[in-house]
């Protein structure tokens, strides 16, 4: 089983879905754990995050009434969806994931080496998704409330993040709409966040030429998704004491996890940064070292038939290309 291929089709699907469905009349509601932008017109489903940044920037007391009630419907409802598919929103939904990876195959075909950052580079900035996403709450409460002797800040910081994500610039895009490639010079707060916006689109297409989903590793959608890892249906199992700590695992990798070749004790692998593409899983060559579930029942494992099949169908080859020099 060409694992990658069927999650290609899957991301094609899943971005014409969010990008088009309206269009279909395809609804998914706007409580959603990827970057389906709400400022594409005829998306077929909304991220949570610009409800989430709207619904926080209220002041506290209109919490214990409707808006409080609203705000745990929407996490509510995010929740669920989380625990379902847990970080598979990120490897086989996110049309932001998408546009990563064919750029990925776009480096490959031009020949372009990939460079791997060194292991402590990765780990001293692990924590950037987290500070994004406590940013992405604490703006908008800030704009409700304020701490004794200081001013709310102004509307103008609504949905920060949003503001300055490279998704509202990008993905309007694919339906014709320019209008998102701009800087507000109309007040302070917005002219920082969409210049910072168009920054890191640029950014965003040239990291795809230096590492393999160089963005999703400072993503605030997967450090929110990351609370949910161990309890979602979804999941990445490994049997520390059949592996042979190969490395083949974490130079497949796009998210260059090094615990999953060196863990030995745990048994559930999906950890921060894991996107479960599901390519540790593919290139693995033991017997059932490594295994994707849901709710316990085997999706795909790892075999040495598998892997010897792959390889003569120029896996090996594909990923050398995308491990690149170490």
Known sequence: M??????????????????YGGLLYIDLGNRLPTFSCAYVDDKGGGCFLVGFQHMLARPFAEFWGDAGVRLLKAVGIFSLWAIVLNKAWCGWVCPFGLIQDLLTKLRNLVSVDLSRFAWMTRKRYKSVKYILLALLILIPLGIGNALPGLSP?????????????????????????????????????????????????GLFFTAAF???????????????LSFFDKIGFTSLKKEGQRCTRCGNCSRACPMEIREIETEKRL???????????????????????????????????????????????????????????E
């Open 267 to 325: 048994t559930n692998l999906v950890t921060q940064d894991c996107i479960l593409c599901l390519r540790c899983v593919e290139v693995c060559p033991e017997d059932e070292t490594l295994k994707a579930e849901f709710l316990g029942l085997p999706l795909f494992g790892a075999t040495e038939q598998g892997f010897r099949k792959r390889q003569g169908g120029g896996v090996k080859a594909a990923n050398d290309r995308e491990a690149g020099h």
């Open 153 to 201: 800040l102004s509307r103008d910081w609504s949905a920060p993040f949003c503001q300055m994500c490279p998704a509202r610039v990008l993905l309007p895009v694919f339906n014709g709409d320019l209008s998102e490639i701009y800087i507000d010079f109309s007040n302070g707060p917005g002219m920082l966040l969409t210049t910072l916006a168009i920054l890191l689109t």
């Open 2 to 19: 060409n694992v990658q291929r069927i999650r290609l089709i899957v991301q094609c699907i899943f971005f014409i879905i969010l990008i």
């Open 210 to 224: 230096v590492k393999r989903r160089f963005l999703c590793a400072y993503c605030p959608m997967l450090a929110l």
